[in-house]
């Protein structure tokens, strides 16, 4: 078959999980950010010793992007925007995801949906998109509320980290210390609180996520109609359809495929309306 006729020998892993893939500009929409176990400097759970400083936050896996020429039960084969071609054994895969479109109107209150968008106060947000979970998929995701910095930092009442000198018209600081020592509207200034939420649905209109300890978040759209919803489930290859958008995370590159720690289809048509074959 000709899709197993690359010459791995003159391919390294830079050029698989970057410039064989990188020019398809699909986004890639909700992706998680630094949690709980993040600490108060959001780095690493590990001092570094040497220096007496914590690290700073690990750099982003690096993703590519590809489209599906041929699947059966064992393989899965990407095509670039060059027109390369990569095989990618299904045993080579640790976590299959699934994204498929869906609706506010699908929702129930056994959903459970992620939201990350900007803190507009009194527990509301406002963003473009939310995930939604169904099923055994909620498995997924856990219960989650917390509010997060412009670096993906998790938002703390004192940061040891912060040791620079401000006043009042010292508009990056006030930024960096996140607008609580010197409030500013996020509408006026761009102070980049955001809230990352995951619950149950309460109620579609408006939009309301469960949150734990009794509560719950309004999640609002920036104008009306503007809120963009993607299911996603676990997944394999029989998922997968000639033409079908995918995201990759590879980790390595063998003679026989590529090992991704994550592989993600993005599908046309709602999880309900598809068939597999």
């Given at each position: 078959m000709a899709y197993f006729g690359v010459n791995w020998k003159?391919?390294?892993l830079a050029l698989v999980v970057s410039a064989a893939f990188a020019a398809l500009p699909v986004p890639a929409r909700a992706q998680r950010l630094a949690g709980a176990n993040a600490n108060a400097n959001a780095g690493n759970n590990e001092i570094d010793v040497a220096d007496h400083v914590t690290p700073l936050p690990p750099t982003p896996p690096q993703g590519a992007w590809g489209e599906v020429i041929m699947a059966n039960a064992k393989w899965i084969v990407i095509q670039n925007h060059q027109g390369q071609q990569f095989p990618v054994a299904m045993d080579a895969v640790t976590q299959f995801l699934?994204?498929?479109?869906?609706?506010?109107?699908?929702?129930t209150n056994e959903s459970v949906v992620e939201a990350i968008g900007m803190d507009m106060g009194s527990n509301t947000m406002r963003t473009d998109h939310v995930d939604v979970f169904e099923g055994s998929d909620r498995s997924l995701v856990d219960p989650l509320y917390v509010r997060v910095l412009p670096n993906n930092r998790v938002d703390t009442a004192v940061d040891p980290g912060f040791n620079r000198f401000m006043n009042?018209?010292?508009i990056g600081s006030q930024n960096l210390l996140y607008g609580w020592a010197y409030p500013v509207n996020p509408d006026d200034a761009g102070a980049p609180i955001r809230l990352h939420v995951v619950g149950n649905v309460l109620g579609i209109n408006p939009l309301r996520v469960a949150l734990p300890g009794n509560n719950?978040?309004?999640?609002l759209p920036p104008e009306p109609g503007a809120l963009t919803v993607t299911q996603i489930t676990r997944g394999n290859s029989s998922f997968a359809e000639k033409g079908d958008?995918?995201?990759l995370m590879p980790t390595a590159l063998t003679t026989r495929s590529v090992t991704l720690s994550q592989l993600v289809l993005y599908k046309?048509?709602?999880f309900r309306q598809f068939r597999l074959p």
């Open positions: 003159r391919l390294g699934v994204r498929w479109p869906s609706a506010l109107n699908a929702l009042a018209f010292d719950f978040s309004n999640v958008i995918v995201f046309k048509i709602p």
